[in-house]
């Protein structure tokens, strides 16, 4: 999560840089942690560090095409063999197997469809939507 | 506005017009489909062509977008009602960009007029369903907003 969440931030606000400590703060992310995340995303080339006064991080990669799986994909090994050996030598693991792999199936290709650039749009819809609720609330309020 | 009307916009080689398909667009929306699928399928779209046209305004709506004379996209869908359980609903059952004009928002303007046509029809909901592995076209819809809905898909090889 730590990934997705420096790079989003990132991809939201990819006409500055932001700061190690401005992305650890607001994810409340040990800076330790996250600066080993950020090379991992220089070395992937989805951001790159800028240098000197006012310096951080900023996004270089394609939002429209970088999908969330991507980035996972980066920190974690994605379509492995779920289950042990062991749980495959019964029918009974053999078909909660199969039934644990189509969960996974879906969730891959949910996060293989969603790019940066629409998990962004979501976020604001979803800013927005909560300034439309806000505003209904005020609103029924002030009715009341 | 209506669907007859006409909605134009820029891309890189001249105007993109979004317009209600019509019979001489048939041969050329069989040969996008062709580039893409990898199969002519002259019969489908003649029949879903006459399909859509013989009820045009009643809930069925059938778009192309052409660039300079030629149909460069597609958009196909209509309103269904109560299958599954669901509410009634607009649908999108085809859609295709001609490769060479992707990113430039000609797919985002076929999906914005389908989907204020199913507006006007009186629905509130729009839904499609692809292969998981089309990542291209997933994408796309995502990228619309789309996502997840209510229904699962369940099937079974018979036997």
């Given at each position: 999560m730590c990934g997705l969440y420096a790079v989003t931030e990132l991809a939201a606000h990819s006409d500055r840089q932001i700061s190690a400590s401005d992305i650890a703060e607001k994810y409340d992310i040990s800076l330790n942690h996250l600066a080993k995340v950020l090379r991992t995303l220089v070395r992937a080339k989805l951001i790159e560090s800028v240098r000197g006064a006012g310096g951080g991080y900023r996004f270089s990669g394609n939002a429209k095409r970088v999908t969330l799986l991507d980035v996972i994909e980066l920190f974690q090994e994605i379509g492995g063999e779920a289950g042990d050996s062991a749980s495959l030598k019964h029918d009974e693991g053999k078909a909660l197997h199969s039934i644990l792999r189509e969960v996974d199936e879906f969730a891959v290709a949910s996060l293989r469809a969603i790019t940066l650039s629409t998990l962004v749009k979501i976020i604001a819809r979803q800013q927005n939507g909560g300034r439309a609720d806000s505003g209904a609330r005020k609103s029924s309020a002030i009715g009341a | 506005m209506g669907e007859a009307e006409r909605s134009v916009s820029q891309a890189p080689k001249g105007d993109i017009e979004i317009r209600a398909v019509e019979a001489r667009d048939v041969p050329e929306i069989v040969k996008l489909d062709e580039r893409s699928t990898g199969v002519s399928k002259c019969k489908y779209w003649r029949e879903l062509y006459s399909y859509f046209t013989q009820a045009r305004g009643d809930g069925r709506a059938f778009f192309v977008a052409e660039q300079q004379g030629r149909v460069v996209g597609f958009i196909a869908g209509e309103i269904r009602a109560?299958?599954?359980?669901?509410?009634?609903c607009g649908w999108v059952f085809g859609l295709d960009v001609d490769p060479d004009l992707r990113v430039h928002n000609v797919g985002t303007q076929l999906f914005e007029r389908i989907c204020a046509s199913f507006k006007r029809a009186g629905v509130d909901k729009v839904r499609t369903i692809l292969d998981r592995d089309n990542h291209l076209v997933l994408a796309f819809f995502r990228s619309q907003g789309m996502m997840a809905g209510r229904f699962i898909q369940l099937e079974k090889d018979l036997d």
């Open positions: - | 109560f299958e599954f359980g669901s509410e009634p």
